[in-house]
């Protein structure tokens, strides 16, 4: 993921991204702006739609109304004369083809006025009762009238005399007309095309009781505005407003008053524009405007930048891993920009350079691995002149004490040599063979240090290991130091033939952590080698072997050595036996030095070339 975020592609996006926030939140606002009109625009045609559907029931209501005012003034005037009350109300029914009753009821709920010249007594009726105590206008759907028998339309009007309350004058309209009317509401337009029709229209009076519905009352309840009465929305002076019905569906509602203050209706619509649909569409202008500008950005990134950057960081790469020429990589092209051309003539530029200051060191190196193989091979020369003419000055020597320090002296020149004549001969000079090494000081202090019938033969178990040349030197010489000090020692512990001596240079592995102290953490925590070098103790090696003396010289040595190798020295001497052990820390090699050639798990060297007359324990 991280590696994601910090590409060049995923930041352009992102600023681009932000720089198109702006853009995007605008363009949100300006669609939700329209849709928002849209659907404004829609309520107020449905609002059109519903005032259109409910003209008819308007002017038939008003009628009625006007009707009931013109039979209440007149009814004043005709209390005493019912037959001629009861011709005025007959009159009216007669005249209009929606009316079924007029008719004049006293505050005692008695009707002697009416349009059927009857005596009605209307005692216990739910509408006189509401007249007699609000004594206002109002209208009522009855589902079965006293008088007619069937579902009517009452209409109430109060009748006064000088301030005195007289009855009121009721006119019944046919449930027939009323539902004739409800069921042909906006079903086709002028033009004979089909239109939105409304789920339902309902005529309900100020106080919320339902007139007329074509649902049934608990369909009705499920379509009406969630969380909202009939009462509330007279008085909230809302015409058309969309919203959740009480079974939770989306619908719009616009609501006219066909007599304000008595009788309203409202129709109910489908929305058929739900609300996650508009967010939707809002939405998806500026989502494809980002989506095409981030493909736009990442094809110009892509052709203008990547491909000419991955070109040049491969050239670089194929550089860096050694390909020193450069017209095998493939170059940035020159329909690239101009600043990536400037890069690439920058890079070629650097990596001539680069090769140019590579040729002088290699020139220069080469001339100082000639100079020091020179150097050593100089000194090794000069080292075996003073050997040939400390060899001259042993034979002209007239004492054995003599002739053994010079020959001791000797030997440790001849080591020094060795170590030189390794490291001109070797393919690096920064390393030297260990085996090797040894393998030339052996043969050179046993030769001198045994008695040719000494009867004895070398055990060499030296692994083929590097060492630096600041160890090769001190090694070298603790080696020719522990061989002529074993030769010192030496003997036949159990008669003649049974003297040995065994040489040991082996690596060990780091000490584990919980084994390691604080004082040889250091030690223990690299690798480490020891040099081992052992004889036995016994009877002399031959009647004429005396064997050498230094007065201590030669421990002194022995012990300066492995000071200077950072070792630890150990002597264990017994009865048979004589055996000297150092353990050192090997020292990091040059990054790039060979390792030994030895093959995987192979500890011990074949033994090495030694004087014939030491392989056969003769004298030569």
Known sequence: MRGITQSLVFRVAVMLSVALLPVGIIALMQTANVSRQASELNRSALFGRTVADVEDMRDMLHGGFASARVLATSVVGLRSDPAACSDLMRQLVDRSVVYTLAMFIDENHQSICNSNAETYDLQGSAFADTMARDRVPMADLIKKGRVSGFEVMVLGYPVYQDGVYLGFVSISIGGDDLSQRETGVGTTTSAGEMEQKPIDLVTFTEGGK??????????????????????????????????????????????????????????????????????????????????????????????????HIRRLRARMIRFAAGHRSLRGSDPVSDRATAE????????????????????????????????????????????????????????????????TTLRRILDRVMGLATVHSSLYQTSRLSIVHANTLLAAILRQTLSTALPKDAGVRPNL????????????????????EAVTNATKHMGHPDGPGT??????????????????????????????????????????????????????????????????????????????????????????????????????????????SLPESLRRGDAS
Do not use: C
Not at 461 to 480: F, M, R, W
């Open 210 to 307: 339902v007139l007329l519905s074509d649902l049934s009352a608990e369909a009705l309840e499920g379509e009406l505005p969630k969380d909202v009465s009939l009462k509330a929305l007279v008085g909230g002076g809302v015409t058309a407003f969309s919203g959740e019905s009480a079974a939770g569906k989306p619908r719009i509602y616009t609501l006219v008053a066909i007599i304000p203050g008595l009788v309203y209706a409202m129709a109910i619509w489908e929305d058929k524009s739900p609300s996650g649909l508009r967010w939707f569409s809002a939405a998806l202008f500026p989502m494809l405007m980002w989506l095409i500008s981030l493909g736009v950005a990442y094809i110009a990134v892509h052709r203008l930048v990547l491909v």
């Open 499 to 608: 003297a040995w001596l065994t040489i040991k240079l082996e690596e060990l592995e780091p000490a584990p952590p919980e084994e390691v102290s604080e004082v040889e953490d250091e030690m223990a925590a690299r690798s480490r080698a020891r040099l081992v070098v052992a004889n036995s103790v016994g009877a002399p090696l031959s009647r004429d072997f005396t064997p050498p003396s230094s007065a201590g010289l030669g421990s002194q040595l022995i012990r300066a050595f492995a000071a200077q190798l950072g070792g630890t020295l150990t002597i264990d001497e017994k009865d048979d036996s004589y055996q000297l052990s150092i353990t050192f820390p090997i020292e990091d090699q040059p990054e790039g030095a060979p390792e030994a050639e030895i093959a995987p798990g192979e500890k011990t060297v074949p033994p090495m």
């Open 340 to 403: 990536f051309r400037e890069m690439n003539e920058t890079f070629e530029s650097m990596a001539e350079t680069i090769l140019h200051d590579e040729a002088e060191l290699e020139d220069g190196l080469h001339e100082k691995n000639l100079l020091l193989r020179e150097v050593h091979h100089r000194v090794k020369n000069n080292l075996q002149l003073i050997a040939s003419i400390m060899n001259m000055e042993i034979r002209k020597a007239q004492s054995d004490e003599a002739r």
């Open 461 to 480: 178990e030296i692994e083929s290991l590097t060492l630096a040349p600041e160890q090769a030197v001190p090694v070298a010489l603790l080696t020719t």
